[in-house]
């Protein structure tokens, strides 16, 4: 009858539209993420307790998070509630003042070295360093400590920060925080061509990685040219971070969809992975 012909070409062509729908779509990202740039402060341990910093990472999908603190031990202390989980960075810092000062108290040396004698430390940093304060003495002895201790260090810094650290230890692994003080692809691409130990974290430049839901063309070219890297990471610098974790890690995955599978694959997990020498089981326990 012409009515249910009508009806089936109605259903027909529905189906058809969704499909095409669905195949044009970006792809929507299930992959788990290591978190590359987490801390955990005073301020945030008050309002969160490490179980419930676990269970965030739980219900966002990310197996693995590098965690710094200001104090210290407070990284340790979410360490101990999921070692397998956590990958807790030596911060310089006792107190926020300290990022400031650090450089040039030479009493950080002593308090560092005492410190990875207890054997927990994956790495140090986050490194606050400007081109002023590159050839600053505790800076270099840092340097040294981490190439005896064969640890990654965690640098906010300038490129002629980078440039000073691989004149002094040229083959050591570091993380570029935030992609560096000038994110711009161009810079990064030259840096990492440059320093072939030398990798990158794009934590809060996703505004600028991929603005109005694009990935930028300059961007898009450094992810495939260096896609071995570049790590992701949400920052959770101040107490707000952690309060809007879910939509942070969500804008993430929007813009990790829109890259090849692949790339994002190594982007979201394994590059951090690597590097931190964690494994690459993706299975949560």
Same mark, same amino acid.
């Given at each position: 009858m012409p009515y249910e012909r009508i009806i089936f070409a109605v259903i027909r062509n529905t189906i058809a539209f969704s499909l095409i729908v669905l195949l044009c779509s970006p792809r929507l990202s299930a992959e788990a993420l290591f978190d590359a740039h987490l801390h955990y402060n005073e301020a945030h341990a008050a309002r969160y307790g490490p179980q419930q910093i676990i269970q965030k990472l739980t219900d966002n999908d990310v197996l693995c998070a590098v965690v710094t603190s200001t104090p210290a031990h407070l990284a340790t202390r979410l360490y101990q509630q999921a070692p397998d989980r956590i990958v807790p960075l030596l911060s310089v810092h006792r107190n926020p003042e300290d990022k400031i000062r650090w450089v040039r108290d030479a009493r950080v040396v002593e308090r560092i070295e005492a410190? /990875?004698?207890k054997g927990v430390w994956h790495g140090i940093g986050e490194l606050h360093l400007f081109a002023e304060d590159r050839h600053s003495a505790v800076?270099? #002895? /840092? +340097? *040294? +400590? =981490?190439?005896? @201790? *064969? $640890?990654?260090l965690v640098l906010h810094a300038d490129p002629a920060v980078i440039d000073t650290l691989y004149e002094i230890a040229p083959n050591h692994p570091s993380l570029w925080a935030h992609a560096g003080t000038f994110p711009y692809p161009d810079l990064i691409a030259d @840096?990492?061509?440059?320093y072939p130990a030398l990798h990158i974290d794009v #934590?809060?430049?996703d505004d600028r990685i991929a603005t109005n839901g694009e990935i930028s063309d300059d961007w898009y070219e450094l992810? $495939?040219?260096y896609p071995d890297r570049v790590m992701i990471g949400v920052d959770t610098y101040s107490l707000s971070r952690w309060h809007g974790f879910d939509s942070a890690v969500e804008r993430i995955r929007g813009? $990790?969809? /829109?890259l090849p599978d692949e790339i994002a694959s190594r982007l979201a997990? *394994? !590059? =951090?992975? =690597?590097?931190? !020498?964690? #494994?690459p089981q993706r299975q949560a326990d």
């Open positions: 410190e /990875l004698k800076f270099r #002895s /840092l +340097i *040294d +400590i =981490a190439v005896r @201790y *064969d $640890l990654p @840096y990492l061509r440059r #934590s809060v430049r992810f $495939l040219t813009w $990790l969809a /829109l997990y *394994d !590059n =951090a992975a =690597a590097f931190f !020498n964690k #494994s």
